[in-house]
């Protein structure tokens, strides 16, 4: 069966190329880099080259990045990091209603334990408001986090100015860039954001490695504790494979960005028009979006129905729906966004990489329309005419 994978939110496929120069890391490059013999240094060696390549894809210096085992972990060390850095003195946070759970979960964790939060909501289109942000600062803010692309509907947040707004406030200010990175450009040199966290499994790195940016000078608690790598900021031995193939990931990225992101955004936009085009009240949630993502709503249908009857033709993408205990609860982003029940519940988000190609989005074109006749031939909430 063909098969076409549209859930790069999810994760994405290792390049060729990134498998290539983590293998050996398997092999004869087996030694610590911590150790002080050959087998150790020449680990180290290249260890260096990937916090560089990181680096470069962040307009960041190699120092100022920290290797953790995933985004959330990022995310996780910028929040609790900080807060425990300003010895819980400073009990207000702010953030966004539109959070992936590693910053959503966090900030509900700390809510719990007596914080404050601010959580910034966004319009139909699923923009917030600077004003808003501005606004909610108070001289008891510890930490303003907000993602920089989401991943659900690939909106684009502020987030330059978003951060001008902190510095001129003197707040710290933290951006989940796990879906943007590598889509878009980030240049913490103009940015002045204190923490930026990546993942590795969103840019065609494998699962099991992310990084932190932290700024120089930011203080921040570890949260893993017991060892002095990362400069005692994230202690334990390296997954040294996974940096290995989180720096040759970076690198691709940066240097390709601009001709992929114009081919998957002709592809996505190829996509969009053909679906809005053919199948009737649907709607695309979001605007000013990542190239590579569409979220689309089909009214009156369930998005997991789409799912299962998409999957059945070896067609992979995504509903926001959390199907938690039996019921098919929109997703938070939607109901943030304000999107009307019935068309958040038939939400699907197709994302794309450098990989998917032409032939295939003819393929969705092809079968997509006649599953959303079919499955609104039988649904129970099509109005009447
Ligand atoms: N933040 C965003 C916006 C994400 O989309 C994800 C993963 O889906 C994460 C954080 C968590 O990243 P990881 O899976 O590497 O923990």
């Keep these: 069966m063909k098969t076409v994978y549209l859930d790069n939110n999810a994760t994405t496929a290792v390049a060729p190329e ?20 050959t087998f150790g240094g020449q680990v180290k060696a290249h260890l260096d080259t990937a916090r560089q390549q990181v680096a470069d894809l962040l307009g960041a210096h190699p120092e100022e990045i920290y290797f953790t085992s995933c985004g959330s972990e990022a995310d996780n060390l910028a929040i609790f990091g900080t807060v ?4 819980n003195e400073k009990r207000h946070l702010i953030t966004t209603r539109v959070e992936h759970p590693a ?15 601010t959580w910034l909501g966004v319009d139909g289109h699923g923009a917030l408001s600077l004003d808003e942000l501005r606004d909610a ?16 509907t690939g909106v684009i947040f502020p987030i330059q100015e978003m951060a001008e707004i902190c510095r001129e406030k003197g707040v710290p200010f933290h ?27 969103k840019l065609h790195a494998p699962k099991g490695v992310g990084a932190l940016y932290i700024r120089k000078g930011t203080q921040v608690v570890p949260r893993v504790i017991g060892g002095h790598q990362e400069r005692g900021r ?29 081919t998957v955004r002709a592809l996505r936009d190829k996509l969009e028009q053909g679906i809005l085009a053919t199948c009737k009240d649907s709607v695309v949630n979001g605007q000013h979006r990542l190239p590579n993502t569409s979220n689309i709503s089909f009214k009156y249908i369930e998005g997991e129905s789409i799912l299962l009857h998409l999957d059945d033709l070896g067609i992979a993408a995504s509903s926001g729906s959390a199907c938690t205990s039996g019921s098919l609860e929109p997703s938070h982003v939607m109901r943030a966004m304000g999107v009307p029940f019935q068309a958040a519940h038939g939400s699907v988000r197709f994302s794309l990489s450098r990989y998917n190609t032409d032939d295939e989005i003819d393929y969705v074109l092809q079968h997509l329309p006649p599953i959303i006749d079919r499955l609104r031939a039988i649904s129970p909430f099509v109005e009447e005419e």
């Design 137 to 152: 600062i108070t001289t008891d803010t510890a930490l303003v986090s907000a993602m920089w692309a989401n991943n659900e």
């Design 18 to 37: 990134v498998l290539e120069v983590m293998l050996p890391f398997f092999k004869d490059l087996y030694g610590n880099p911590s150790s002080v013999h």
């Design 175 to 201: 951006t989940d860039a796990v879906q943007a990175a590598g889509k878009i450009p980030i240049d913490v040199g103009t940015l002045p954001a204190n923490f930026v966290a990546i993942s590795g499994h």
């Design 103 to 117: 910053v959503k979960a966090t900030m509900q964790y700390l809510e719990k334990r007596g914080f404050r939060v």
């Design 234 to 262: 994230r202690a334990g031995t390296e997954n040294v494979a996974g940096i290995i193939a989180l720096g040759k990931a970076a690198s691709l990225c940066d240097a390709h960005m601009n001709e992929e992101n114009q």
């Design 84 to 87: 425990e850095a300003q010895k």
